[in-house]
Nanobody
Framework: QVQLVESGGGLVQPGGSLRLSCVAS????????MGWYRQAPGKQRDLVAR???????NYADSVKGRFTISRDNAKNTVYLQMDSLKPEDTAVYYC?????????WGQGTQVTVSS
């Protein structure tokens, strides 16, 4: 079982930046894909970005060029650098880890973009 703990959310003005972190514990050494998802009020949870153990990435079209996902396998940690934030980026951001076909989720961290 993998436990995930996110941090780094908060309130930021439009155009600002935030960096989210997610630390995996338990069986982090065998995690293949780690990713970030987000869910705004009344909407479904959608993929933001994900990264494989080898560093291959893919992003939602809405965040391409603004967000960067990275990973430190030695620390079992995935990061999401969010730049040029927009009000529509406001959501709860969740970390997800896939290990041997089983998905684990973090508790989520709130990101609010507002002036």
């Amino acid at each position: 079982q993998v436990q995930l703990v996110e941090s780094g959310g908060g309130l930021v003005q439009p155009g600002g930046s935030l960096r989210l972190s997610c630390v995996a514990s338990g069986s982090g050494f065998s995690i293949n894909v780690m990713g970030w998802y987000r869910q705004a009020p009344g909407k479904q949870r959608d993929l933001v970005a994900r990264i494989t153990r080898n560093g291959d990435t893919n992003y939602a079209d809405s965040v391409k060029g603004r967000f960067t996902i990275s990973r430190d396998n030695a620390k079992n940690t995935v990061y999401l650098q969010m730049d040029s934030l927009k009000p529509e980026d406001t959501a709860v951001y969740y970390c997800k880890a896939d290990r041997f076909g089983i998905s684990s989720w973090g508790q989520g961290t709130q990101v609010t973009v507002s002036s």
